[in-house]
């Protein structure tokens, strides 16, 4: 039996005991989901694995039965005490999951705050309302899943138990809906979106999925291991944001006033910068090859320029055309003005 499964099982346990006052083996059993072993044996040993870890789990004869529970005053944390600064990073972390919003890791933060908030004194409660009104978040572009609830749901599920997922998925790369067995690895929250990092069998090597563009997944019965050999930080550690490719080393000089602000920015971990005498910089750093790259050097304007590698140059230079062909095009003659400027 794979260690994760006890582990959710056993999680589940103290979900049930932690809201009454006192439960059966038959109880339990009648009350854990229904795709998790739902026999007395293994609840016990369950239970007994909780008393073991340290967790106060007492079981004690009443009315002829035997009832499980846990020990009086560890059902109920008691009151906490917040400093300024923990509230400050409560509010803020609250705002910062705005994205996951319908999803259960923002019910449980919510359900978290709502409880820690009923503990605190009228002041403190006081001062979490003049925080908002101090700091804000801005989140930026970003991706919501309140539709998505079912599917990460399954996704969790699927990684806890190691087992590999079916689903539909739109590729935004084909422009088409395909059919995929996947093992799923991680999920990952990068740029405003969530994704799934897992090895693909249609593709026979490790890909990232986008959450939104999933379709029917469900969960098989077939288990899987995660490689030994395989690091998921190195997997996603080129990627400048989360597009995978093959890793350059890119150099840019900007100009003194896009320098001035993007200096201050940590844009990937590699990233290594030297100021230059005219107020300028130079910005070094090994990042995937892909669109996204183009995109990001496009994003600062005429403040950049590519000094390597050549490639990359004439990539950012063929999609400059692009879209300057394409602006003139939409204005009145555009097609005769774009013939005189070509």
Known sequence: MPRNDQVTRQWHLLRLLEASRGLTLDEIVDRLPADYPRHPRTVRRDLEALEAGGFPVLNERVEGRVRWRLMDGFRQVPSLSFSPTELMALVISRSLLQPLAGTEIQSALESAMAKASRLLPAASIDYVQQMQNVFAVGLGPHKTYRLHR???????????????????????????MTRREVDPYRLWYASGGLYLIGYCHMRKE???????????????DHPYQMPLGFDLEAFVQNSLTVMRGRPIEVTLRFDKATAAWAKDRMWHATQKIT??????????????????????????GSGVRVVRPDSLRAAVQTESRRIFHAALSR??????ATKRLS
């Open 275 to 300: 100021p230059l005498k005219t107020g300028g910089m130079l910005m070094s750093l090994t990042v995937a090859d892909s669109r996204e790259l183009v995109g990001w050097v496009l994003s600062f």
């Open 206 to 220: 490790p890909r990232m999925f986008a959450v939104e563009r999933m379709r029917a997944v469900t969960l098989t």
């Open 150 to 176: 079912e599917t990460i749901d399954r996704l969790t599920q699927a990684i806890a138990k190691k087992r590999t997922v079916q689903m539909r998925y739109y590729s935004a790369g084909r422009l088409r």
């Open 331 to 336: 204005l009145p003659n555009g097609s005769s």
